[in-house]
């Protein structure tokens, strides 16, 4: 039994009178949760977190069981696109969908001890990462130039920046010729 107790203020206008109601509270059988903290991963990365020490589960009277023999599942995901995630005895894993992407996703997952269930939310936090410019020199492959003789290159329409708009793109040029 887990004490607890309220605390109770009565008041008619002119005098106050203060106590509290204490109970016993015994568990009702039932997987219980600790709060879980927000889950950080890169984008284009992954990470996984055993459940366990997050779990405990009692019988209908209160005498305390086996977290690990508790059962968890995935009931939702709020972000499919951003994140994709899988459970493996009581190891959470969530992998990013891609490597350019980055935001929030919620978790829901239940827990359940063969008579019993309870679930929780697991908040995903997939952190942006800078990733440098891209420049496509497909076009450019059999590209001859005359010894002597001056020629352009429009590279600026080549570059992509996934992370920044293209005309924020710096560009230095350097050559060894």
Known sequence: PIPRGIFISID???DVNTGMLQFNVIENGAPRWSPIPTQAVF???SASTILTGFLSD???DGNPLLASDLSLSIVSNSNEDLIHVSIEGQTITAITANEDNHGVAEIVVVAHDGAKSSQTSIVF???NVNDAPQIDTS???GLTMKSGEGASVGILQL???IDDPDDEIWVDVDTSV
């Open 125 to 127: 936090f997939v952190i």
């Open 58 to 60: 009692s019988d209908d």
């Open 159 to 161: 570059m992509t920046d």
């Open 139 to 141: 076009s450019l492959e």
């Open 43 to 45: 984008e284009g990365g």
């Open 12 to 14: 008619d206008g002119e």
